[in-house]
Nanobody, 121 residues
C-alpha cells in the first residue's frame, strides 16, 4: 500500500514563507514527485516537478523564483519551499508521486490528501 502524507500548510501573511512536506510510504521506489494546487471551481494546476534520481526540476511560471522543490532520498520525502507568498497562492496543495511498486511492473501515480495554504493580504 503506497501512501502519500502531506503536511506544512497553514495561514501566512503575504510575503511570508511555508514549507510543505510529502512523505511517501510503502514498498516502493520513487521516480518523480510533483506539486499541484487547486482552488474551488478551478482545475488542479501544475506547480513544480522533480525527478527523484537526477533532481531535474520544472516550475510553472507562477512558481519560478519563489518556490523551490527538493527531495530527501533517505526519508522518501519531498519538499516545497514557498517564499514571497501572495494571496493568489491560496489553494489546496497536493503532492503527486510517480512510483515503481515492488513486485509490480510499470509505474503508478499516487496523490496525497492535500494541505490548505492560505495567504492573507
Amino acid at each position: 500500500q503506497v501512501q502519500l502524507v502531506e503536511s506544512g500548510g497553514g495561514l501566512v501573511q503575504a510575503g511570508g514563507s511555508l514549507r510543505l512536506s510529502c512523505v511517501v510510504s510503502g514498498r516502493t521506489s520513487i521516480y518523480a514527485m510533483g506539486w499541484f494546487r487547486q482552488t474551488p471551481g478551478k482545475e488542479r494546476e501544475f506547480v513544480t516537478y522533480i525527478t527523484w534520481s537526477g533532481g531535474d526540476t520544472w516550475y510553472a511560471d507562477s512558481a519560478k523564483g519563489r518556490f523551490t522543490i527538493a527531495r530527501d532520498h533517505a526519508k522518501n520525502t519531498g519538499y516545497l519551499q514557498m517564499n514571497s507568498l501572495k494571496p493568489e497562492d491560496t489553494a489546496v496543495y497536493y503532492c503527486d508521486a510517480v512510483v515503481e511498486v515492488l513486485g509490480q511492473p510499470g509505474r503508478y501515480a499516487y496523490w496525497g490528501q492535500g494541505t490548505q495554504v492560505t495567504v492573507s493580504s
